[in-house]
């Protein structure tokens, strides 16, 4: 271990393991470490299924009606990754998408009025759905036309609304749309977690729906998918893929301190040794110094024997209950998965569902969404605090990854790596390097 290394990565979560898949293919030499004796950090998945009851110290044998242990993959933070954004180009262009397969997940939905209804996310949709009353049809599906043709390199596109400049409050009132139908457009299709959004420039929101619906457009379903025994399988692509270009991976190896000097980072040092290094990529728990405390993040992850009620008995999917639904300043996110991506035994389905804490009683925020989901035959609820780091890295060059979000998708993780990448390396990490197309496994 004492060697110099230009880039010492410190835990296997997703958002490090990518990064330190950017770094090694890249060139630099990296070491990649890990306190724990499993990949995945706060993110890891655990199997067989007596993990999850001893992870949670659930004191209690697994009930055998549950099948064979080892046919689950519990994630601890599940997450959808977006079919054409940017984490898929990311595992394409670091080859990691060898090692994985993937399936497209049944089904998005947005809870509105009570009830959960399927978001329509192209023209044809919007006209059959019932989220919008018949006058609001045809004003829902000019906006749609609107985005898909928007290039905000050519004012033609523009119909007279500049959306660099105005916000995307102007442009639901252009179209003549009603607050709710803004509402699931801004939290089931933009995938914002709360209304900030309304008074910044439209552009950012335009493309985030135009992604959606690029993404639903290449496999029909819904825009999602998932990996095939879940998202466990992910650090380990990228162990191989840093193995591949001569990066080296420690795990169950201690890490007593970033060691700098005068403000300068030295290493980073495990018992009497100190690995050196010009960069430090970490997750939160190695730096807690220099992170500062921003919130809580409930989750309740949930066994059913059945599908989540009034999801055309979807395999797996994805349900947002927007904020203002129930009376909240933060959106309560549900996903489902079973043993169509291989997570579960035959018959039973994984769900998590999660939300930003905003009282003292967290596990009573989840009420709106544990209440879609009929009867519940085992829970497994976790409070976890959200860090982000207090400086850029770019003076210590000590580079802290945020904690992951409520989300029930990746784009806000993928935002955090590809912000962290621009910081460590001066430049933006470059899509046209990304030749290949993913397929679905069939």
Request: hydrophobic residues 35%; negative net charge.
């Amino acid at each position: 271990m004492d060697e110099v290394y230009d880039v010492i990565v410190l835990g296997t979560g997703l958002k490090e393991c990518i990064l330190s898949g950017l770094m090694s293919v890249s060139g630099k030499k990296v070491l990649h470490m890990d306190r724990n004796k499993y990949y995945g950090g706060e993110s890891t998945s655990l199997t067989p299924l007596d993990e999850l009851y001893s992870h949670f110290k659930v004191n209690k044998p697994v009930p055998e009606e549950c099948g064979r242990p080892r046919d689950w993959n519990v994630d601890l933070i599940p997450k959808f990754l977006m079919a054409s954004g940017e984490l898929v180009k990311l595992l394409i262009h670091t080859g990691v998408t060898r090692y994985l397969e993937f399936k497209s997940v049944e089904g998005s939905y947005v809870y509105k009025g009570g009830k959960i209804h399927k978001v329509p996310a192209n023209e044809k949709e919007a006209l059959t759905s019932d989220l919008m009353g018949m006058t609001e049809k045809p004003h829902y599906r000019s906006f749609l036309q609107f985005i898909q043709e928007y290039n905000a390199d050519d004012s033609k596109t523009w119909d007279g609304f500049d959306a660099s400049r105005e916000t995307m409050q102007a442009c639901y009132d252009k179209f003549s749309l009603d607050p709710s139908t803004a509402d699931f457009t801004g939290h089931a299709l933009a995938l914002y977690l709360n209304d900030d959004y309304l008074e910044s420039p439209a552009l950012e929101t335009l493309k985030r729906i135009k992604l959606y619906s690029d993404s639903l457009a290449r496999y029909g379903k819904s825009p999602y998918l998932y990996p095939l025994y879940g998202l466990g399988e992910l650090p380990q692509g990228f162990a191989r893929l840093s193995a591949v270009y001569g990066g080296t991976y420690m795990l169950d190896k201690p890490v007593d301190e970033i060691v700098t000097e005068d403000g300068k980072l030295i290493g980073v040092q495990s018992g009497s040794e100190v690995a050196r290094c010009s960069m430090v990529i970490c997750d939160p728990t190695y730096a807690k110094s220099r992170c500062k405390n921003v919130g809580q993040v409930v989750r309740a992850i949930c066994i059913l024997d059945h599908p989540i009620p009034d999801t055309n008995d979807a395999a797996s999917c994805q349900v947002i209950i927007p904020q203002k639904q129930v009376g909240r300043q933060n959106d309560i996110y549900v996903s489902c998965v079973s043993s169509t991506h291989n997570v579960t035994a035959k018959g039973f389905y994984l769900v998590l569902v999660a939300t930003t804490v905003e009282t003292d009683n967290p596990e009573e925020e989840l009420k709106p969404g544990l209440e879609l989901l009929g009867s519940i035959k085992e829970k497994f609820v976790a409070v976890s605090d959200l860090y982000e780091p207090e400086e850029d890295g770019v003076q210590s060059q000590i580079f802290v990854s945020t904690s992951y979000d409520a989300t029930s998708h990746f784009e806000t993780t993928c935002d955090d790596v590809l912000d962290i990448f621009r910081r460590a390396t001066g430049a933006d990490f470059d899509f046209s390097k990304v030749k290949h197309v993913l397929e679905e496994s069939e």
